[in-house]
């Protein structure tokens, strides 16, 4: 169940790989080390994901592509550098 509401970092409309947005970036980490600490409860975790999931979409319609991509990048560096367990369910 996990997997299907995973965030996927993708797509290449422009965005560059390296981190341009230093406060999308933080954030993103900011709310991945929520979901690390939601990680024993289930459907916590479902309602952060699905967050993170709004929280994209929400940066990208108004601040664009970049920011979006580094808000999504810094939660998914946060969560493999900090619990793999639970990036191999995510990611």
Known sequence: MLAAMAVSCGGSDGVSRHVRDRKAYALGQEHGERAVGLRDNE?????????????????????????????????????????DSLARVLF
Do not use: C, M, P, W
Not at 52 to 59: E, G, K, L, M, S
Not at 77 to 83: F, P, V
């Open 43 to 83: 459907a916590a975790l479902q309602d952060a994901l699905l967050d993170v999931r709004a929280r994209i979409t929400n940066i990208h319609d108004r601040l664009g592509a970049q920011a979006s991509a580094d808000y999504e990048r810094g939660f998914t560096d946060y969560i493999k550098a900090n619990d």
